[in-house]
Nanobody, 130 residues
Framework: QVQLVESGGGSVQSGGSLSLSCAASGYTYSSYCMGWFRQAPGKEREGVASIARDSSTLYADSVKGRFTISRDNAKNTLYLQMNSLKPEDTAMYYC????????????????????????WGQGTQVTVSS
């Protein structure tokens, strides 16, 4: 049974930092592409950052230079380091997984499309105050 469990959310002031983690189990983690998505109240879920099997990455323009996604295949864990947080980053953050080929890289734009991801965590709330 595939399970994704996020942790690390919380409240921070504008300009602050938070680090999210996503512990994965129940599948061959290294064979999957992983992503972070977020959804604010009244808005659609959007892709934040994704990482392929070769650890190449893809970021939404809104977080480039501020967020860093990484993965540790030995620990079956996905990370999202968020710096210079802004109030508009406030949302529920979800990690997600999808089986992908070794040829999939960070240049693959569908890695930020939520509809292609199969497995989802329950989410962790991030709140940034001004």
């Amino acid at each position: 049974q595939v399970q994704l469990v996020e942790s690390g959310g919380g409240s921070v002031q504008s300009g602050g930092s938070l680090s999210l983690s996503c512990a994965a189990s129940g599948y061959t983690y290294s064979s999957y592409c992983m992503g972070w998505f977020r959804q604010a109240p009244g808005k659609e879920r959007e892709g934040v950052a994704s990482i392929a099997r070769d650890s190449s990455t893809l970021y939404a323009d809104s977080v480039k230079g501020r967020f860093t996604i990484s993965r540790d295949n030995a620990k079956n864990t996905l990370y999202l380091q968020m710096n210079s947080l802004k109030p508009e980053d406030t949302a529920m953050y979800y990690c997600a997984a999808v089986a992908c080929s070794a040829s999939t890289t960070g240049a693959t734009t569908w890695l930020l499309r939520s509809e292609v991801f199969r497995y989802w965590g329950q989410g962790t709330q991030v709140t940034v105050s001004s």
